[in-house]
T-cell receptor
Framework: GAGVSQSPSNKVTEKGKDVELRCDPI?????LYWYRQSLGQGLEFLIYFQGNSAPDKSGLPSDRFSAERTGGSVSTLTIQRTQQEDSAVYLC???????????????FGDGTRLSIL | GDSVTQMEGPVTLSEEAFLTINCTYTATGYPSLFWYVQYPGEGLQLLLK???ADDKGSNKGFEATYRKETTSFHLEKGSVQVSDSAVYFC????????????WGAGTKLIIKP
């Protein structure tokens, strides 16, 4: 389909390892968001990319977290030296344009379930 | 800061019952409001939205009205089905910021046949 695609769907790794999570947004969408969903919690904003503008990194919880978006399309979220509290579902969303006065909705991928042992 | 508060779940109802899931918000300015749904084993999907006061969003028999005077966006459905069992999230988007969504914690809905 033409939805937001995330990989891997599940990732189990040992504490201290680095992980990379990938997001492929809907073609043509200029805005891309990363969120974290911990068990029983709402979604926590992590980072936002809009076109070629500098990303909004205000939600990243520590400097172990980073993200990039290459060519305005695919994005990778990297967590270095993972900790057990990083265990969560990481969700990616994209939307077609910023500034839409009608509140352009975000379209979500199925997420990556990350488990840190 | 901006925030969204939803009623705690799980909410358990019988099929054909009337549903209300409360959602209230705190925000400066005039946010857009959304309900998203997450069915078991699936990703988040937009259910409905409203972008200004007194707007009513509707989809799949669900409705929610943007009430600025009570800062609420309660989700309602007149007759629920087993297939409505899911987790429902209320969210707001500030239009004067970076367009991030501020989320409620989610309400799990269980419909029994």
């Amino acid at each position: 389909g033409a939805g937001v695609s995330q990989s891997p769907s599940n990732k189990v790794t040992e504490k201290g390892k680095d992980v990379e999570l990938r997001c492929d947004p809907i073609s043509g969408h200029t805005a891309l968001y990363w969120y974290r969903q911990s068990l029983g919690q709402g979604l926590e904003f992590l980072i936002y990319f809009q076109g070629n503008s500098a990303p909004d990194k205000s939600g990243l919880p520590s400097d172990r977290f980073s993200a990039e978006r290459t060519g305005g399309s695919v994005s990778t979220l990297t967590i270095q030296r993972t900790q057990q509290e990083d265990s969560a579902v990481y969700l990616c969303a994209s939307s077609s344009r910023q500034g839409a006065p009608l509140g352009e909705p975000q379209h979500f991928g199925d997420g990556t379930r990350l488990s840190i042992l | 800061g901006d925030s969204v508060t939803q009623m705690e779940g799980p909410v358990t109802l019988s099929e054909e019952a009337f549903l209300t899931i409360n959602c209230t918000y705190t925000a400066t300015g005039y946010p857009s409001l959304f309900w998203y749904v997450q069915y078991p084993g699936e990703g988040l999907q937009l259910l409905l939205k409203a972008t200004k006061a007194d707007d009513k969003g509707s989809n799949k028999g669900f409705e929610a009205t943007y009430r600025k005077e009570t800062t609420s966006f309660h989700l309602e459905k007149g007759s629920v089905q087993v297939s409505d069992s899911a987790v429902y999230f209320c969210a707001l988007m500030r239009m004067d910021s970076n367009y991030q969504l501020i989320w409620g914690a989610g309400t799990k809905l269980i419909i029994k046949p």
